[in-house]
């Protein structure tokens, strides 16, 4: 059990200016605050005592984009589509090759017409819970399978609409049925969301999990908002080779009534053109819905979509990002772009960096897909015996090691903290290695 608490003394990082950037940060309690405020006092600190941190809070890629994409940009900007409006379902262009990845992919057919572009996958479910909350005056409430992306219980916070959540920790495998049963049978959840993989926790749904999602979801009438920010980066599998097994798993095999937000932003690299895709199923687009013409024009729900909430929204999106990713996607679809190779370094170093951490005391929190260890990836949690979350965070801060707590992801292991991996450089693993043989000293257990 550690006693040893670092308010003085020496430690890597000057612990008198810790101490104090945290008074000024007015953070009372570390294990709340958001990832933004995580990453000012972190950059006040690093300015104060010119040391550079192990950053491991905020989720943002570390890889230059996807050079297809810039090129295709580029050349859209040079035939001045800058100055056109683009239509607001997307060029047709993206929309095909949209349709092709997600058959190639995995393995799913549908139409042109339900790929469509948004800023971000974040968009994509804004829109989404928008549209959905209007379906269907009954079903009220979104339920989230947490731990999640802090991000979207904002969403739902700003658009007022009623949400509901578990940790789904101590519910996997077939332990997830009567859990999902208890929330879906109440016949209020109009739909949920997860991501797979996992932010915060890197855990990957099995083929089973993904089943049981989809069979109660059909059976309650549920639309399940498949989040796929990590598209094909459980490294487990191979998912680069288009048209050939595996395929990038998915609930859409199990319900034919479903939502498929892929960001751009991790697999491509390319989060600051803020584009992603909103997938719509055939039968879901199609669907009509009579409380939508409260609304909308149409009871169409793809027509509601479009033509509603994301014209209200933004009216089409960025021109040239629309070249970029339809030449992203056709690039992989024909094989000549390896999108997975690309970035499995983030899984590359997770492997090096968890085993540092597991040597020194740490403990992986979320660590398992029902029997099988979790994939290295972009994220991975840790805990270390006898601190909450908040107490592990603010300790860190004085060995130069930044990450946000699972307490603001809906996780109820409050114990623990996300590390994310993008920004942490190889030239780093021997100042990483250093302050965590430091920290157990000072903290033995
Ligand atoms: C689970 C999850 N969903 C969505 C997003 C946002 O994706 P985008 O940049 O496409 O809006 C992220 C980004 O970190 C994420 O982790």
């Known amino acids: 059990m550690n006693t040893t608490k670092v308010t003085s003394g020496k430690t890597p990082i000057n612990s008198q200016i810790v101490t104090q950037k945290i008074k000024d940060s007015k953070l009372d309690d570390l294990g709340n605050a958001t990832i933004r405020e995580i990453k000012r006092l972190v950059d006040e600190i690093e300015k104060a005592t010119g040391e550079k941190f192990i950053r491991m809070e905020m989720g943002i890629p570390g890889l230059p984009p996807a050079k297809v994409g810039v090129q295709a940009e580029i050349e859209a900007l040079k035939k001045g589509v800058a100055a056109i409006y683009p239509d607001i379902y997307g060029i047709a262009q993206l929309k095909t090759e949209a349709s092709r990845f997600i058959k190639l992919f ?44 802090p991000v979207h219980m904002q969403q739902l916070k700003v658009l007022g609409i009623k949400s509901e959540s578990f940790d789904v920790y101590n519910f996997r495998g077939e332990k997830l049925r009567d859990k999902l049963e208890s929330y879906l049978s109440k016949g209020n959840i109009s739909c949920l969301l997860y991501s797979n993989p996992n932010n915060p ?57 479903f939502i498929l937000t892929i960001s751009s932003s ?117 805990a270390y015996p006898g601190m909450d979350g908040g107490e592990l965070l603010k300790e860190l801060l004085y060995y130069g090691i930044s990450a946000i707590t699972l307490q603001i992801t809906g996780s109820e292991r409050t114990e623990g903290l996300r590390a994310c991996v993008s920004l942490v450089q190889r030239n780093q693993f021997a100042d990483l290695e250093y302050r965590l043989k430091r920290f157990k000293e000072d903290h033995p257990l």
């Open 106 to 149: 995995m393995n799913l057919d549908v139409s042109p017409e339900g790929c469509i572009p948004t800023a971000g996958s974040m968009m994509g479910s804004f829109a989404s819970f928008m549209t959905i909350h209007r379906c269907n005056p009954d079903k009220d409430t979104v339920l989230l399978i947490n731990p999640g992306f």
């Open 201 to 257: 926790s890197w855990i990957c749904f099995t083929e089973k999990e993904l089943s049981i999602i989809g069979e109660l979801c059909k059976k309650y009438d549920v639309i399940p908002i498949e989040d796929l920010a990590y598209f094909a980066m459980d490294f487990r599998k191979d998912f680069s080779k288009p048209g050939q097994p595996p395929f990038q798993p998915s609930v859409a095999n199990y319900t034919d009534r």
């Open 266 to 382: 991790k697999a491509f690299s390319y989060a600051g053109q803020r584009i992603g895709l909103l997938i719509i199923s055939d039968e879901l687009f199609n669907r009509s819905y009579p409380n939508l013409k409260n609304y909308y024009a149409k009871d169409l729900f793809g027509y509601s979509m479009i033509f509603g909430t994301l014209y209200a929204l933004s009216a089409g999106i960025t021109h040239s990002a629309q070249y970029a990713l339809a030449e992203i996607l056709r690039a992989a679809n024909d094989g000549e772009f390896n999108f997975v190779e690309e970035v499995k370094e983030y899984g590359e170093k997770a492997k090096i960096m968890k085993e540092f951490f597991t040597r020194y005391g740490f403990k992986i929190v979320y660590d398992k897909d029902e029997n099988e260890p979790i994939a290295d990836g972009f994220y991975f949690t840790i």
